[in-house]
């Protein structure tokens, strides 16, 4: 196979894995040592004192006791029972916290959620038209939310109508959209039902996600976790399932996303379960995701999709920016149609008036202790253009098992590089699956395999492994 390495005698991985991992295990450490709760002032705030009574919609009374505790610091506590609420716009020096047996619900009328136009527009500003949110923030520092109550967006389509879609989705609000902030700190929560995006962190610093219990099945776009041009991320401890991406890093901010530490963490999906992209106008660097579950869910809540995962792990550049020193590391993948799909375009989305990007970069990947069961039968491929090749790709102790594919082999040349499509791994299925179940490559350079075992569970007709070089 030409662009796939041989295992040297001594079975040594390439010579930037170690340093790799050793960079990534001290961030993982001096994240793990520095990233903690902000020490917010405990004075309490709430709605009750500031008119809020039961069966009345509690947004002036919530946005009253912000504005107040934003003046010297405090917690905003939401005690027992429902509060419905339009758009809460959250201030520095504020924690919001929805206790056990509380639940903060998003109103079901479209006027409650005003439209709030970041200062710095990004292109998901200008394609998307993303302006509505249950709680919104920007330009904030020490923030929270927190507590063991729920927050429930009531975004189905009966309330907020609209189709599934990669352009824009007005009139479906997201859950949370936090913009421009420092010391972000998100914890213990149930969120549930979002009429689009569940949460949204762009160009943040200092971002803490902890014991999150996340459930997004409600309506279409249903995202669980977008995080975007952010530096110094912990995500720990989370449970997430949701209808579209589970974890989603994106680059629409044009802000580098840097130092990111996801550990302990369940992503199940009906559409990418770890997903980098599409937006990617930013660069990606030093990101390790270690000892998660990920792939597909068990069943569809909504009934809108399928249980099963699209991909476990999509690596996806295509609007410019770099992605590389990322390391992804005893994941057991299980319920996805591909386990790995990598790819490498040139479609160079912008805001309107922006230079075009070339062709981004994506290198130095390294997967490792990956396990999984119950996958396939499309494979993994990683797919780059003429121009635009991915580079330096590690697969080391990969055990996954997958259902064999029916049909016939599919010839290699049966596949164009597929310019303009959108970017995900279903892309190819109007031709056929991969045409190799364990790996295909096409556009690709230096990668390697090192103990990679695809085990399907009957004859499948394809070879194991098919390389097209670059």
Known sequence: MKGLYSVPENGALPAWCSPLQASLSGMAEELTRRLRPWQVSERVFLPEDYGFSPGRKATPAIQRAIDRASLSGGVVRLTRGDYLSGTLVLRSGVCLEICAGARLLGSTDLADYPEHHAARLTVQDTSMGMHQSLIFAEGCSDIALRGAGVIDGQGSPRHFPGEETAAGTPGRPFLLRVIDCRRVHVSGLTLKDAACWMQNYLNCEDLLIEDLTVRNHANFN???????????????????????????????????????LVEDCDFYSACNAVKVGTDTQGDFRRVLIRNCRVGGLAEDPSGLKHPCADSGVSLE???????????????????????????????????????????????????????????????????????????????????????????????PESYSDFRGCYPDA????????????????????GVFLRDYRILPDGADPRPALLDEGD
């Open 222 to 260: 249903n995202d669980g976790m977008d995080i975007d041009g952010c530096r110094n991320v912990v995500v720990r401890g989370c449970r997430v399932s949701s209808g579209d991406d589970a974890l989603c890093f994106k680059g629409a901010s044009r802000r580098e996303l840097s130092g990111v």
């Open 317 to 411: 550049i295509a609007d410019g920016g770099t992605l590389e020193d990322f390391w992804l590391s005893g994941l057991r993948i299980t319920r996805a149609w591909s386990p790995f799909f990598l790819r490498l375009e040139d479609r160079g989305r912008v805001r309107p008036g922006d230079p075009r990007p070339g062709v981004g970069r994506l290198r130095r990947v390294l997967f490792s202790g990956i396990r999984g069961d119950h996958n396939g039968p499309r494979g993994s491929y990683l797919m780059g253009i003429p121009g635009g090749t991915i580079e330096d790709i590690v697969f080391d102790e990969i055990d996954l098992r997958q259902y064999a594919w029916q049909g016939p082999a599919p010839a």
């Open 426 to 445: 279903h892309m190819i299925d109007s031709v056929g699956p991969a045409p190799a179940f364990a790996l295909w490559t096409r556009h690709t350079r």
